[in-house]
Structures are given as structure tokens and as C-alpha cells.
């Protein structure tokens, strides 16, 4: 099954502000959750809706709607800066 990804406005944004060789990085792991929404490294997160996963020194907050094969990606941002 393929999910359809869904970019939060917020997290186009804070995804906008990301330079190359990291932007590319961080949208190819994006592009993969449609394939596979639960990979390896994926954790649920505790006191806050939502999965997150890491691509370097960034982290990708989502979360998945499974009825309606969807992956909403809430924010994205470097780790210092994402669970504020």
C-alpha cells in the first residue's frame, strides 16, 4: 500500500529553510514514508501526537492516518529546534 503525504504549511515552511546536501536528505526520507510510514528508527512519541524520525541532526514529527492512507507531516526542523 502506498500512503499519500500530506505537508503540514508549517512544516513547508520550516522545510523551506533547510539547505542542500540536508533538504535533499530529509525529502528523499519523506518520500519513503509513503512506501513504509513505520521504518526502522521511527519511534512514537510520548505526551504529543505522532511518530518522529531522524535524518542526521534533523527530525521529521508525522503522523499517520491508516483508514485513509495518509501521512501528515507536522514539522520538520533541526533536532534543537523541532520539539519546542
Keep these: 500500500m502506498i500512503y ?3 505537508i503540514e504549511k508549517h512544516a513547508a515552511k520550516q522545510l523551506g ?6 533538504y535533499t536528505r530529509i525529502k528523499n ?5 509513503a512506501k513504509n510510514p ?3 528508527g521511527a519511534k512514537k512519541l510520548k505526551g504529543r501526537l ?3 524520525i531522524r535524518q542526521g541532526d534533523y ?3 508525522y503522523d499517520i492516518e491508516d483508514n485513509i492512507l495518509t501521512v ?3 514539522t520538520a526542523g533541526h533536532r534543537k529546534d523541532v520539539y519546542e
Design 72 to 74: 501528515f507531516i507536522l
Design 50 to 52: 505522532g511518530y518522529r
Design 38 to 40: 513505520r521504518p526502522e
Design 4 to 6: 499519500q503525504i500530506v
Design 59 to 61: 527530525r521529521i514529527i
Design 17 to 22: 529553510k533547510i539547505k542542500d546536501p540536508d
Design 29 to 33: 526520507t519523506i518520500l519513503d514514508l
